[in-house]
Nanobody, 121 residues
Framework: QAQMVESGGGLVQAGGSLRLSCVVS?????????????MGWYRQAPGKQRELVAS???????DYADSVKGRFTISVDNAYYTVYLQMDSLKPEDTAVYYC??????????WGQGTQVTVSS
C-alpha cells in the first residue's frame, strides 16, 4: 500500500512554474496532524543524494533549502491529506525526481514513485 502518491511533475522551461501534489496515506498523515512529524518535499537529481528542499509543521512553520528559498512554497490541505509544492522561477538545476514524506529530521515512511520535474534552459 502506497503511503505517498506524488503527481504534477513535467517538462517546463526555465522561469516557469509547476505545482506538485502528494496524497498522503491516513496513517502517515496522522503523525503530521498530531504534530509529531513534519511534512517534507525531497528531490533527487541524477547522480546525487536525495535532499530535503521544503518542510512544514502542523503549526505551519516552514523551512526551505537555500537553493529554493523564495521560489518554492510548501502547503498542506488537511481536508484532503495532500501536501503541495508550488515551484516558481524554475531553474535547470531544479531538475530531479521529487518525493514527499513525513519526517523527524529523517524520513519515516517508504518512498513513493516520485514525480519527475525537468527544467529546460
Amino acid at each position: 500500500q502506497a503511503q505517498m502518491v506524488e503527481s504534477g511533475g513535467g517538462l517546463v522551461q526555465a522561469g516557469g512554474s509547476l505545482r506538485l501534489s502528494c496524497v498522503v496515506s491516513s496513517p502517515a498523515f496522522r503523525t503530521y496532524a498530531l504534530g509529531s512529524t513534519a511534512m517534507g518535499w525531497y528531490r533527487q537529481a541524477p547522480g546525487k543524494q536525495r535532499e530535503l528542499v521544503a518542510s512544514i509543521t502542523r503549526a505551519s512553520t516552514t523551512d526551505y533549502a537555500d537553493s529554493v528559498k523564495g521560489r518554492f512554497t510548501i502547503s498542506v490541505d488537511n481536508a484532503y491529506y495532500t501536501v503541495y509544492l508550488q515551484m516558481d522561477s524554475l531553474k535547470p538545476e531544479d531538475t530531479a525526481v521529487y518525493y514527499c514524506n513525513t519526517h523527524r529530521g529523517t524520513p519515516l515512511w517508504s518512498w513513493g514513485q516520485g514525480t519527475q520535474v525537468t527544467v529546460s534552459s
